[in-house]
């Protein structure tokens, strides 16, 4: 293989890699900060309901 | 409150403040500060140094075409140069026509007997008119939905009703615009250097779905009525093709920040003005006579398809 089409390909291996690592543990964060507060009994009854509809 | 406004206000000042830093730091040539247009034949170039006047004559040095079409050369008819050998002007046989983007070419740059290689620069008229004409460019004359068909699904099954008809396009216009700055971003300061452009539909895809899940997240928690109000549509916002269509158009026109901007923002418009007339008329025809087989759906369609002829009477007309 040529030696700079791997880098390339290792390269963007490396570059994308970092892109997603970056937004993705900004999500985390946001998802973090903007946290909204959900009653857990909400849930409880959804999944005791049949859920046909 | 009064501490979020000016919070928010301070984001908006940085934020115009970044985008004027990286619409004015991409330069193509280091050695090139400017290119204009000047009266009606002429284009000036305005060097950060002096230019060897012998290479500055010699008019084999320049080609230049307009940017649709690259075989079709311009012919330089006269040369003149300032007298610092900084700003030299190219004066053509016919007149130029500025409402195209001009490509220039100069081989070989020589400064003080070296070359400082050739720069590809781009002449485009100014500024504010080319903005305006692209943004009602993208909005009307070259409407996504009536000239382009795209976007049609979540076109169709959002023109029901005249409210979440905005609703929609409002949200739409909202994420398409922070979606188009990010990719473009993306594009020129990252996979472009790194010669990773021929991943830029994975890439702007992940993108979109980012700014999506993200508009959803902040919304959730900031202004939890807007997004009662945006409801499902904020998730319908990643299944329509016009969001994926605007970053590859910006990726493939090499547009700066604020042309960026402009198509986007007139995308996300143009998809309202479709989404607003498309629902009004819907709204009257439940009350019309419809025969049952063109009942819902295919009345639809026959009536996107009047629009869109409606809309050819806007095409091939320009701006300034």
């Known amino acids: ?53 | 409150m009064i501490f979020s406004v000016r919070k928010s206000i301070y984001l908006t000042v940085l934020l115009i403040i970044s985008l004027f830093l990286l619409g004015g730091c991409r330069s193509e040539h280091p050695f090139v500060k400017k290119t204009a247009f000047k009266d009606a034949d002429k284009i000036l170039i305005e060097f950060a140094g002096a230019v060897d006047e012998s290479w500055a004559r010699n008019p084999a040095n320049y080609t230049v075409f307009e940017k649709p079409d690259p075989d079709i050369r311009l012919i330089i008819k006269d040369i003149s140069i300032s007298a610092d050998h900084k700003k030299v002007t190219l004066i053509f046989e016919d007149d130029l026509n500025k409402n195209q983007p001009h490509i220039l070419t100069a081989a070989n740059i020589s400064h003080g007997g070296k070359s400082l290689g050739s720069a590809i620069l781009n002449v485009k008229k100014f500024y504010l008119g080319y903005l305006f004409s692209i943004l009602i460019g993208a909005m009307i004359i070259n409407n996504f939905v009536f000239t382009k068909y795209l976007g049609l699904c979540v076109f169709f099954g959002t023109s029901q009703r005249k409210s979440t008809a905005v609703g929609m396009g409002i949200t739409f216009t909202m994420v398409m615009v922070a979606s188009a700055m990010i990719s473009w971003f993306i594009y020129q300061f990252i996979l472009q250097p790194y010669r990773l452009d021929f991943l830029q539909i994975v890439v702007f895809i992940g993108l979109v779905s980012l700014s999506v899940q993200a508009v959803d997240t902040v919304l959730r928690k900031v202004n939890p009525v807007l997004f009662k109000a945006f409801g499902v549509y904020l998730v319908l916002v990643i299944a329509n093709c016009i969001i994926i269509a605007v970053p590859l158009i910006l990726a493939d026109n090499q547009y700066n920040a604020w042309e960026s901007l402009m198509l986007s923002l007139g995308a996300g418009l143009g998809f309202l003005i479709a989404l607003f007339l498309m629902s009004s008329v819907r709204e009257r025809l439940e009350l019309a006579n419809v025969p049952p087989t063109y009942r819902g759906l295919p009345i639809a369609f026959v009536l996107a398809g009047l629009f869109a002829l409606a809309f050819l009477g806007f095409s091939g007309m320009s701006i300034f």
């Open chain 1, 1 to 53: 293989m040529d030696p700079t089409l791997i880098k390339l390909a290792l390269g963007g291996l490396a570059v994308l890699g970092c892109i997603g690592l970056f937004f993705g543990i900004g999500l985390a964060l946001a998802a973090h900060k903007f946290a909204v507060q959900t009653n857990p009994k909400v849930e409880e009854v959804l999944e005791i309901l049949a859920g046909a509809q």
